[in-house]
């Protein structure tokens, strides 16, 4: 009795990594401003995405969290094969 042995082949997502850096933006009224561009990388490091900040906040943390929030749906567009 010959038996076919193995496990089913399921495609496994890619493991990506973002990284956020923050600009701070210096006006000629010494007003502060801040955007926060992100970069995605795969697993080995290669850089797959690069995500320019588009909208000006008063605070850094809410530059970051769009940074954040934009590379996260990046990374799940990647994992389902969409450009």
Do not use: W
Request: proline share 4%; aromatic share 4%; glycine share 8%.
């Amino acid at each position: 009795m010959s038996r076919k042995g193995g496990r089913a082949m399921h495609a496994r997502p890619l493991d990506y990594s973002f990284e956020i850096t923050t600009i701070r933006h210096v006006g000629d009224n010494d007003s502060t401003c801040f955007t926060a561009d992100a970069v995605v990388r795969d697993a080995a490091g290669k850089e797959v995405a690069r995500l320019p900040g588009k909208r000006m906040h008063s605070y850094v943390d809410a530059a970051e969290d769009d940074a954040v929030d934009a590379a996260r749906q990046a990374i799940r567009r990647l994992r389902k094969g969409e450009p």
